[in-house]
Nanobody
Framework: QVQLVESGGGLVQAGASLRLSCAASGRTVVSSAMGWFRQAPGKEREFVAAVNWSTGRKYYADSVKGRFTISRDSAKNTVYLQMNSLKPEDTAVYYC????????????????WGQGTQVTVSS
């Protein structure tokens, strides 16, 4: 089992930055990848970003490319999401996830999930 704990959410104004963190514990060797998803009220959970744990290759949703950066610290089993130039449409609960299932990096079929952290961007 892997436990994931997110932190770093909050309320900011449009144009501001936030950094989310997600620490993995338990079976602390992340085998393949970790990612971030988000879910706004009344909407489906959507992919934001992912990073291959071995190669460091990064994947992003088109809506966040150039604004968000995912990174990892293998020694700490932690993944980060640096969010710059935030927009009101970025408002959502952000979830950390580990070990993609058969759906791959872009679908919310990962094996392990955090509890989520709220990000609210005011206009």
């Amino acid at each position: 089992q892997v436990q994931l704990v997110e932190s770093g959410g909050g309320l900011v104004q449009a144009g501001a930055s936030l950094r989310l963190s997600c620490a993995a514990s338990g079976r602390t060797v992340v085998s393949s990848a970790m990612g971030w998803f988000r879910q706004a009220p009344g909407k489906e959970r959507e992919f934001v970003a992912a990073v291959n744990w071995s190669t460091g290759r990064k994947y992003y949703a088109d809506s966040v490319k150039g604004r968000f950066t995912i990174s990892r610290d293998s020694a700490k089993n932690t993944v980060y999401l640096q969010m710059n130039s935030l927009k009101p449409e970025d408002t959502a609960v952000y979830y950390c996830a580990a070990d993609p299932g058969r759906g791959g990096y872009y679908t919310p079929t990962y094996n392990y999930w955090g509890q989520g952290t709220q990000v609210t961007v005011s206009s």
